[in-house]
C-alpha cells in the first residue's frame, strides 16, 4: 500500500513538472551542546529553497519519507532530521526543550549549502515536531513558511503561543493540519490560524482522531497538499 502511495504522489509530481529525484545522503550534524545528530538530506537538482522536516515524539525521520520525496521532486532541498534520542542521533529523549538546539542545527546546516536559498527555508513538523517549528520559525527569519501536523499551544510544558505571535507578525505563511477527533489539536489550529497577517491554510480532517503523520496515512492526498503548500510560499 504504502509503495502505491508513493508511486501515485510522484506521478503527480512529476506530471506537473517536478524537478528529478535526488539520491538520499545520511549526514551528521552537532547541537550546540556538542550532541551528535542524524539526518537524511535530500538534494535539490538546482539551486532551490530547502525544507526542514521534524517528527513526532518516539518516532524518527523515516515517519517522513513519502513527504520527503514528494518535496524533493518537487524542485526542494529536504532535510529529514532524528532529534536527539530518536533514530540514529544521540542524547536522550528527556527534556524536550533541548530539542530546540537540534531544530536550529539542522537549519544552520542548511544555510550553508551553496544548491539551498539560505533565506527561503520551510519547516514542516508533526505534534511536538509542530511545536519545535514554531519555536524555530519565531528565533529565524531564514524561516519563511511551516506546516503544522496536529499542533499544540503547549506540548509537554513547551509552549509556543509567544513564538507563533511573533512568527506571524513577520507575516510568516503557515499551513495548518488537525482532525475533529483530536480536539486540542483542532483548538491551536484555529488559534494559531487567527494569529497575524500572513498567508494562512487551515485543513480540516473529518471523522477520525488521526494525529501528527498518521494523518498522512488517513488522507495521503495531504502530501501533495504539503508540496502545493510550500511550492506557494517558498518558490
Not at 527534556?95 to 520551510?122: E, F, H, I, Y
Request: with cysteine; aromatic share 4%; proline share 3%.
Amino acid at each position: 500500500m504504502r509503495r502505491r502511495l508513493v508511486l501515485a504522489v510522484a506521478a503527480a509530481v512529476f506530471a506537473s513538472g517536478g524537478a528529478r529525484l535526488e539520491a538520499a545522503e545520511t549526514i551528521a550534524l552537532r547541537a550546540t551542546d556538542g550532541t551528535a545528530l542524524s539526518a537524511v538530506w535530500h538534494a535539490p537538482a538546482r539551486l532551490a529553497p530547502a525544507v526542514l522536516l521534524v517528527h513526532m515524539l518516539t518516532r524518527s525521520h523515516a515517519e517522513w519519507d513519502l513527504t520527503a520525496q514528494a518535496l524533493n521532486a518537487s524542485g526542494f532541498g529536504v532535510l529529514a532530521l532524528d532529534l536527539r534520542g530518536h533514530g540514529a542521533s544521540e542524547g536522550s529523549i528527556s527534556g524536550l526543550g533541548s530539542m530546540q538546539q537540534d531544530v536550529q542545527a539542522a537549519l544552520d546546516w542548511l544555510k550553508t549549502r551553496p544548491d539551498v536559498l539560505s533565506n527561503r527555508l520551510g519547516i514542516t513538523g508533526a505534534s511536538l515536531g509542530a511545536t519545535l517549528a514554531v519555536l524555530a520559525a519565531a528565533a529565524d527569519p531564514a524561516v519563511r513558511s511551516i506546516a503544522l501536523l496536529s499542533p499544540a499551544a503547549e506540548y509537554r510544558g513547551l509552549r509556543c503561543e509567544a513564538a507563533m505571535r511573533r512568527f506571524a507578525e513577520r507575516s510568516g505563511a503557515v499551513m495548518l493540519v488537525a482532525s475533529t477527533g483530536d480536539p486540542y489539536a483542532l483548538r491551536s489550529a484555529h488559534h494559531f490560524e487567527a494569529m497575524g497577517t500572513g498567508s494562512r491554510d487551515l485543513r480540516v480532517v473529518d471523522d477520525t482522531n488521526a494525529h501528527g503523520t498518521t494523518l498522512l496515512n488517513v488522507r495521503p492526498d495531504l502530501v501533495t497538499s504539503l508540496v502545493d503548500w510550500f511550492r506557494r510560499s517558498l518558490l
